[in-house]
């Protein structure tokens, strides 16, 4: 079982910055793809952004040039450095690790963008 605890969310202005962090607890953290995802209220869990064990990063088109994912393998741990937010990114974010065989999720970090 891999335990996923995300940190970071909060409240942000519109065109502010956030970075969130999501760190596993797996002695092989460095062969899971790792993704962030989001839900608001009332939608669909939806992709934001993804990536491989080797570095390979995937992103929602409606997040593409302001988000940007990244991992440290050395610390177990993705991030998702959000930008120029606007008031649709309000969400919560879940973490995933994910391998052929096994997913796990996160409890999910609250994001409002607001004035």
């Known amino acids: 079982q891999v335990q996923l605890v995300e940190s970071g969310g909060g409240l942000v202005q519109p065109g502010g910055s956030l970075r969130l962090s999501c760190a596993a607890s797996?002695?092989?953290?460095?062969?899971?793809?790792m993704g962030w995802y989001r839900q608001a209220p009332g939608n669909q869990r939806e992709l934001v952004a993804t990536i491989s064990s080797g570095g390979t990063t995937n992103y929602a088109d409606s997040v593409k040039g302001r988000f940007t994912i990244s991992r440290d393998n050395a610390k177990n741990t993705v991030y998702l450095q959000m930008n120029s937010l606007k008031p649709e990114d309000t969400a919560v974010y879940l973490c995933?690790?994910?391998?052929?065989?096994?997913?796990?999720w996160g409890q999910g970090t609250q994001v409002t963008v607001s004035s």
């Open positions: 797996t002695s092989i953290f460095s062969t899971y793809v």
């Open positions: 995933r690790a994910s391998t052929l065989l096994n997913t796990y």
